[in-house]
């Protein structure tokens, strides 16, 4: 039961503190649409998104509209393309981006992801093919997002796909120079991706998953930077538990939500992901959480162990509030997409390397940062190793999402709008990774992936 001082509560943290359900996100399953015609496969999956989609954007308006909990994307994920179409006889998979941009366009949702390949262990031929084609389907689409698992815990690192992971980063940034290389926007490199994450762009619909289902993602940083300015001074344990109360009534409402979409499209209900992720708004930052702990600015010494307090505390509410909280679930600190994290960059108090001891207890890694558009391939492919080897030896997610802004140089800044915000450009080690980058081969499996 909801009693009438959680209504009021919620009321209040929609109204003033940014609350909101960030995305509903539609998983559908691609595995029936494989063709050996390219065109056919192309037009099945364009079909099928629309027919199994075709109510979801009007749905989560309706729902917005009837509770006054406002809903800001509508999404799809759909099958990891490279499985989905490697049936097809083509090298071009790129008019399957087209395809799935098309749907997108004709529903109205906002994105659709699983432009996507796993090749933590190896590539097969659908692999390289959709690789070969990210910079072309992302610099051609609008709402298409890619993805590309190249490392887990069970597998360790697949060195080959890193070195192609850099050089495909580049290239896609070279396509889209003129918005500042905003193809690298809608790209996450990942270690140990997870199937059922409703958040982009590194959303994809796994092959464990059903034919097709509802998830959620609920975000409310303000909600959390409010909470704790009732605590201030107080000691940690008491800023663990206020956090931990607040994701719960969060996550009650990303429950709301889910099941009412999930009952009305007649899908059944995925998960809850509450991750606390921040847009550029003032006061929606989770920056503004960490310097509410005590921090003079994100990036100064404590910034790790209070972001680690954050994580687990908003894991721990989640987990009370709903049995199916899953996806990502914790804290983002997506560079452009936080004013917070964007001021500290700027001052010079938040660095790359910062960052990185950061994403060891984040929800995910480095993510929408912005270097010089001169960094070579080898460097972005050797901040990707580092990312994924934190990822691998500790049995967690992690991943990439770099841009190499063309023409722009340490504190210039790229505007990519929307969401994504705008960040400072930030230095990156001048020293160089090459030979290692070019090695190849694989970084086998730490020891505690033998758990069976």
Same mark, same amino acid.
């Given at each position: 039961m909801v009693n009438t001082g959680e209504i009021l509560q919620t009321i209040e943290m929609i109204s003033q503190q940014h609350l909101d359900i960030r995305t509903v996100t539609m998983g559908i399953s691609l595995r029936d649409?494989?063709? /050996? +015609?390219?065109?056919?496969?192309?037009?099945?999956?364009?079909?099928?998104?629309?027919?199994?989609?075709? #109510?979801?954007? /009007?749905?989560? *308006?309706?729902?917005?509209?009837? $509770?006054?909990? /406002?809903?800001?994307? #509508?999404?799809?994920?759909?099958? /990891?393309?490279?499985?989905?179409?490697?049936?097809?006889?083509? +090298?071009?998979?790129?008019?399957?981006?087209?395809?799935? +941009?098309? @749907?997108?366009?004709?529903? &109205?949702? +906002? $994105?659709? &992801? &699983? $432009?996507? @390949? *796993?090749?933590? #262990?190896? $590539?097969t031929t659908g692999d390289r093919k959709l690789i070969a084609s990210i910079p072309e389907a992302l610099a051609s689409t609008g709402k298409v997002c890619s993805s590309v698992n190249i490392g887990s815990t069970k597998a360790g690192i697949n060195m080959d796909a890193v070195a192609l992971m850099g050089r495909t980063v580049k290239k896609a940034a070279e396509l889209t120079a003129g918005a500042g290389g905003s193809a690298c926007a809608k790209l996450v490199i990942f270690c140990n991706a997870v199937e059922d994450n409703p958040f982009m762009a590194g959303a994809f619909h796994g092959v464990g998953e059903p034919e097709c289902v509802i998830n959620v993602g609920v975000s409310g940083p303000g909600v959390v930077k409010t909470a704790l300015e009732e605590v201030r001074g107080e000691p940690f344990d008491v800023v663990a538990e206020t956090v931990k109360k607040t994701a719960f009534r969060v996550t009650r409402m990303g429950q709301l939500v889910a099941q009412e979409a999930s009952a009305r499209l007649g899908v059944p209900f995925g998960i809850v992901d509450l991750s606390l992720a921040p847009t550029p708004a003032v006061g929606d930052s989770v920056a503004d959480i960490l310097e509410e702990m005590g921090l003079e600015s994100v990036g100064a010494p404590g910034t790790t162990a209070a972001l680690a307090l954050l994580n687990d505390a908003v894991k721990k509410g989640g987990v009370m509030a709903s049995s199916n909280v899953g996806g990502l679930s914790g804290a983002f600190i997506p560079v452009s997409e936080d004013a917070g994290m964007i001021r500290a960059a700027r001052s010079g108090a938040l660095t790359i390397e910062k960052l990185e001891a950061m994403t060891c207890v984040c929800s995910v890694g480095l993510d929408m940062i912005a270097v010089p558009g001169d960094t070579t391939a080898e460097t972005i492919s050797g901040i990707i190793a580092d990312e994924a080897a934190i990822g691998m030896i500790n049995n967690k997610t992690t991943a990439v999402r770099v841009i190499p802004a063309p023409g722009l140089k340490v504190g210039d800044t790229v505007e990519f709008g929307g969401l994504l915000g705008s960040g400072p450009v930030m230095p990156v080690s001048r020293y160089s990774c090459a030979d290692f980058a070019h090695r190849g081969g694989r970084i086998p499996a730490p020891i505690n992936s033998l758990r069976n």
């Open positions: 649409c494989g063709d /050996p +015609d390219a065109k056919r496969c192309a037009e099945k999956i364009y079909e099928k998104i629309c027919r199994k989609a075709e #109510k979801l954007v /009007p749905t989560a *308006l309706a729902i917005e509209r009837e $509770f006054g909990i /406002p809903v800001i994307n #509508k999404r799809v994920s759909v099958t /990891p393309i490279a499985i989905a179409c490697e049936p097809a006889e083509t +090298d071009d998979y790129v008019q399957f981006a087209l395809a799935m +941009d098309r @749907a997108a366009d004709d529903l &109205g949702i +906002d $994105f659709i &992801g &699983g $432009f996507s @390949a *796993l090749v933590q #262990k190896g $590539f």
